[in-house]
């Protein structure tokens, strides 16, 4: 055996602290201790995984710097430009969203289950038309022939492959879930004729609120929806034909176009006498050709 020279009160120890076999006992037994309580440091129900932010802070700081309100706030126009130097902003809030599994999901609110969607209808609708731009004038030329820009299923979106259509029909309007048609307001198409997309992300405390909102501005906005006095003749948005179904099926007791109109009369003219008209029901209807040119804040 090979002996030091050097003194033994003099000896300098260069191994470092680890948790092996020179640890103390005592070290040991604390480093043990900690380790095995670290699970319970976690939310009760939940994975390691982040949990779900259901203000979807992300998204509305995105929202708020790039959609620019006209005719107070009736309508909007979005900063495609903007979004697309802070799409990794954009990417990221995408992801989370992606993230969500199916069970998930099933254990949020109804109500936060709607905003989610929405909400995911309207980031994933920008991210679409981000692929292309600015070389586009309408989301419709993100289609074809034999395919509309809605159906191809590329969102990963609760545990499969989706399309916008998925999201809108089969999950927003799905009879008996929420069964709510001012989601007509709240999702944008990325169209000039489509209801505006809103300054702010929908969020479940704040939703009942945020939808009535949108559909008094949608309402409101004389380029969508008018009332022709000298006519009498109350000039609706193509939406009210396409989806006319929807809002006839008894939300707020309303079973008829002209009963949904009736609610938004003041919206819809300016004198009382045509107010009192829309809401009688004596007036007919008649749609409006639907702009599809991008709202796009540069054109």
């Known amino acids: 055996m090979k002996t030091s020279s050097t003194p033994a009160s003099r000896v300098v120890t260069t191994q470092p602290l680890s948790v092996g076999p020179v640890m103390s006992t005592s070290r040991r037994q604390l480093f043990l201790f900690t380790a095995g309580c670290l699970p319970a440091l976690w939310p009760l129900g939940h994975s390691h995984a982040a949990v779900f932010d259901h203000s979807h802070a992300a998204w509305t700081g995105l929202l708020k710097r790039h959609v620019v309100l006209l005719r107070g ?12 130097k802070d799409r990794g902003d954009l990417t990221a809030y995408l992801s989370s969203l992606s993230a969500v599994t199916i069970d998930g999901f099933s254990a949020f609110s109804l109500a936060q289950r709607q905003a989610f969607l929405i909400n995911a209808y309207n980031a ?7 692929t292309k731009y600015p070389d586009l004038t309408s989301i419709k030329e993100l289609g074809s022939l034999l395919s509309s820009p809605w159906k191809p299923k590329w969102i990963s979106l609760l545990g499969s492959k989706v399309s916008l259509d998925d999201i809108e029909h089969g999950m927003l309007r799905k009879r008996g879930v929420y069964d709510d048609p001012r989601v007509h307001f709240a999702v944008n198409c990325a169209s000039i004729g489509c209801p505006m997309l809103r300054e702010e992300a929908f969020v479940a405390t704040r939703i009942d609120a945020q939808l009535e909102e949108q559909s008094n501005r949608f309402m409101a906005d004389r380029t969508r929806n008018r009332f022709d006095e000298a006519a009498g003749r109350l000039q609706l948005s193509r939406i009210f034909d396409w989806y006319a179904d929807d809002f006839k099926r008894g939300d707020r007791g309303v079973t008829s176009l002209h009963g949904f109109a009736g609610l938004y009369a003041e919206r819809l003219s300016d004198s009382a006498a045509g107010r009192d008209r829309i809401r009688s029901g004596r ?17």
Do not use: H, P
């Not at 706030?73 to 697309?84: I, L």
């Not at 994933?124 to 981000?130: A, K, P, R, S, Y």
């Not at 209807?285 to 054109?299: C, E, F, K, V």
């Open 73 to 84: 706030g009736q309508a909007s126009q979005v900063r495609y430009a903007g979004f697309s």
């Open 124 to 130: 994933f609708t920008v991210e679409l038309i981000l």
């Open 283 to 299: 007036v007919d209807i008649t749609y409006l050709d639907y702009d599809w040119s991008l709202n796009d804040a540069s054109r």
